[in-house]
């Protein structure tokens, strides 16, 4: 693990804290490493504007806010919107690609990724697993965390009844991220519908 700073981003209901917290979680407890977290959202309980903040470290933390985020995770496009701009030259951004269009402002060399959370989520039976989905999808893309870790987190952090639900959340963004990064990131502007294989 290296310093990474992440903002995850979206709107209430689509479980950006909770996944935040998993992605903490695997770094800090399961990985022995450190993390922060800080969370933004809106006084709405669902459709608000919600965000965190999140860095991993191998080494004790002394500043706890993003400056700069290696990594976004976006999952609606007034996240996109807002946070866009804020990814560091050579960043990694992931969106949910049916809900995001990203705009020309971002720069060239920051490589997008896509994933149908949703609609694999759907097709799991449970569109509430979309941020589980995504978190796999990250863990994939990104390689800051080992899978294991993030598996076991997410199985640590959700009740023993769905912990099943969320691994099979988990191993399919996983496994959409693995096979998606063999044809390389879209291009800005790109919002592309793939269709989720039964």
Same mark, same amino acid.
């Given at each position: 693990?290296?310093?990474?700073?992440?903002?995850?981003?979206?709107?209430?209901?689509?479980?950006?804290?909770?996944?935040?917290?998993?992605?903490?979680? #695997?770094?800090? !407890?399961? %990985?022995?490493?450190?993390?922060? *977290?800080?969370? /933004?959202?809106?006084?709405?309980?669902?459709? $608000? &504007?919600?965000?965190?903040?999140?860095?991993?470290?191998?080494?004790?933390?002394?500043?706890?806010?993003?400056?700069?985020?290696?990594?976004?995770?976006?999952?609606?496009?007034?996240?996109?919107?807002?946070?866009?701009?804020?990814?560091?030259?050579?960043?990694?951004?992931?969106?949910?690609?049916?809900?995001?269009?990203?705009?020309?402002?971002?720069?060239?060399?920051?490589?997008?990724?896509?994933?149908? #959370?949703?609609? !694999?989520? %759907?097709?799991?039976?449970?569109? *509430?697993?979309? /941020?589980?989905?995504?978190?796999?999808?990250? $863990? &994939?893309?990104?390689?800051?965390?080992?899978?294991?870790?993030?598996?076991?987190?997410?199985?640590?952090?959700?009740?023993?009844?769905?912990?099943?639900?969320?691994?099979?959340?988990?191993?399919?963004?996983?496994?959409?991220?693995?096979?998606?990064?063999?044809?390389?990131?879209?291009?800005?502007?790109?919002?592309?519908?793939?269709?989720?294989?039964?």
């Amino acid at each position: 693990m290296q310093l990474t700073e992440i903002r995850i981003a979206g709107f209430g209901g689509q479980g950006v804290i909770m996944c935040a917290q998993v992605i903490g979680r #695997a770094a800090s !407890i399961v %990985e022995n490493g450190y993390a922060t *977290m800080t969370q /933004n959202f809106g006084p709405e309980a669902r459709g $608000g &504007a919600c965000s965190a903040q999140l860095i991993l470290s191998p080494d004790p933390i002394l500043y706890p806010y993003v400056v700069r985020p290696d990594i976004m995770v976006l999952m609606s496009q007034e996240a996109c919107n807002k946070f866009h701009h804020e990814i560091k030259p050579g960043g990694l951004l992931l969106v949910e690609q049916e809900l995001v269009r990203v705009p020309e402002l971002v720069t060239p060399d920051v490589k997008v990724f896509g994933i149908p #959370a949703t609609r !694999i989520a %759907e097709g799991l039976g449970k569109r *509430m697993v979309l /941020n589980i989905v995504m978190t796999g999808f990250f $863990g &994939a893309v990104s390689g800051v965390l080992q899978r294991d870790s993030l598996r076991r987190a997410v199985a640590e952090s959700v009740p023993e009844a769905y912990a099943e639900l969320n691994r099979s959340a988990f191993d399919a963004g996983f496994e959409y991220g693995l096979k998606h990064l063999e044809s390389g990131p879209l291009e800005v502007g790109e919002q592309v519908p793939v269709p989720v294989s039964k």
